[in-house]
Every structure is written in structure tokens, then in C-alpha cells.
């Protein structure tokens, strides 16, 4: 599998990996073709999404879409973060290789989950 300078980038450096202490909200999500996993977890205040961190089991192309995706919501309101789509994680990425279109989808399925998903945080 040939990856892009920028996906393979991403792969190779992943930013904000692993857990989030003090996480606000967490979302994961699966593939079941590929079996691919990503959780995300964000810290989310009134002025929007303080930080965001994703663990991720699957191919390189997760890893890089999970990086770049918690790169790119850090800073942006709840509504932004929503409104992100996976031909944007594509995008941010410069593209990825061909039948790998399915690791946008999973990051940004778990984004929306974790958005959707706040901690009791007792």
C-alpha cells in the first residue's frame, strides 16, 4: 500500500494518541468488513473542543485519519465538529489509497459519537 507524504506522515508521527485525561465525551466506532477501530475522546467546554485524543486498532490509514481528524477539531465549536465530513479527513490527508475511503468514515463516525456521548462526569 502506497500512502501519500501527509498520510504517511501522520501514521508514522501520530499526534494526540492514546486516552484523554479528563475526557468530557468519548466515541468509538468499528468497521466490521476490515475490523479497523477508533475511539475518540474529547474535552469539550463552553468555548468548544479544548483537546481531542483517539486510540485506534487497524491498517495505517487509521491511524493517520485519527490523527489528522483530532488535529483539525481541536479549537472548533460542537457545530463545526459536526459538520465535519469524511471527504474532509480524505481531503486533509491528501487522499487516500484506493478502498481505503472506509478509515474517513470511521473517524468521523466516532467524532459524531463522542459528541454525542458526554461523561458523567460525577
Known amino acids: 500500500m502506497r500512502l501519500n507524504d501527509i498520510t504517511r506522515e501522520h501514521f508514522e508521527n501520530p499526534r494526540n494518541t492514546g486516552p484523554l485525561e479528563g475526557a468530557t465525551h468519548r466515541g468509538a466506532d468499528t468497521n466490521p468488513v476490515c475490523m479497523d477501530l477508533m475511539v475518540i475522546s474529547l ?7 479544548e483537546e481531542a485524543r483517539f ?11 485519527g490523527s489528522i481528524l483530532t488535529e483539525r477539531v481541536r479549537g472548533q465549536s460542537v457545530d463545526q465538529a459536526r459538520a465535519v465530513a469524511p471527504e474532509d479527513v480524505v ?32
Not at 474535552?43 to 473542543?49: A, H, L, P, Y
Open 55 to 65: 486510540e485506534a486498532e487497524g491498517c495505517p490509514p487509521t491511524y493517520a485519519a
Open 43 to 49: 474535552r469539550v467546554t463552553e468555548q468548544g473542543i
Open 91 to 122: 481531503e486533509w490527508l491528501g487522499g487516500v489509497p484506493p478502498g481505503k475511503e472506509h478509515v474517513a468514515h470511521l473517524a468521523v463516525s466516532a467524532l459524531r459519537r463522542a459528541l454525542d456521548s458526554p461523561l458523567n462526569m460525577q
